[in-house]
């Protein structure tokens, strides 16, 4: 094998890597996206993990959620069912669209009520805005009049 030969191979194997790099780098976000609202879906009905505790000014807004029975649940639901569609990378606009009024709700709950929790608001909301933007050809027919 000369050394023109083998400078070749490793330059496509370098492409090729890089190339999958560029895929995982595309997919990451949507992964750790559905992830999130997976795991923390799933933590509503089987609780693997403790969350931090809220601050005194969200407990009265969170008693107030929790009063009506059904709230909770659906869309701890609702976010297993996102969570999972964005994993699997199927009805992925659906899903985005699903999760938009709930990372809203995430945002202003922390940003009035619980400033001090707000790293997984920070990350959802980051992770949120990337695979919208990854999307944005396929969103655009929910802006059509």
Same mark, same amino acid.
């Given at each position: 094998?000369?050394?023109?030969?083998?400078?070749?191979?490793?330059?496509?194997?370098?492409?090729?890597? =890089?190339?999958?790099?560029?895929?995982? =780098?595309?997919?990451?976000?949507?992964?750790?996206?559905?992830?999130?609202?997976?795991?923390?879906?799933?933590?509503?009905?089987?609780?693997?993990?403790?969350?931090?505790?809220?601050?005194?000014?969200?407990?009265?807004?969170?008693?107030?959620?929790?009063?009506?029975?059904?709230?909770?649940?659906?869309?701890?639901?609702?976010?297993?069912?996102? =969570?999972?569609?964005?994993?699997?990378?199927?009805?992925?606009?659906?899903?985005?669209?699903?999760?938009?009024?709930?990372?809203?709700?995430?945002?202003?709950?922390?940003?009035?009520?619980?400033?001090?929790?707000?790293?997984?608001?920070?990350?959802?909301?980051?992770?949120?805005?990337?695979?919208?933007?990854?999307?944005?050809?396929?969103?655009?027919?929910?802006?059509?009049?």
């Amino acid at each position: 094998m000369d050394l023109t030969n083998a400078y070749n191979v490793i330059k496509y194997g370098l492409k090729k890597a =890089g190339t999958k790099l560029v895929q995982w =780098g595309k997919e990451a976000p949507r992964i750790l996206l559905g992830a999130l609202f997976l795991f923390t879906g799933l933590n509503a009905f089987f609780s693997f993990y403790q969350p931090p505790e809220p601050s005194t000014a969200s407990i009265n807004f969170l008693m107030g959620l929790n009063s009506a029975v059904y709230f909770f649940p659906l869309l701890k639901l609702v976010e297993v069912l996102c =969570g999972f569609l964005l994993v699997v990378k199927r009805y992925t606009v659906l899903a985005l669209t699903m999760l938009a009024p709930i990372v809203v709700n995430i945002v202003a709950f922390h940003v009035y009520f619980d400033p001090v929790n707000y790293f997984f608001a920070a990350l959802s909301t980051a992770l949120y805005c990337v695979v919208v933007w990854q999307n944005r050809n396929s969103l655009k027919c929910l802006l059509v009049k």
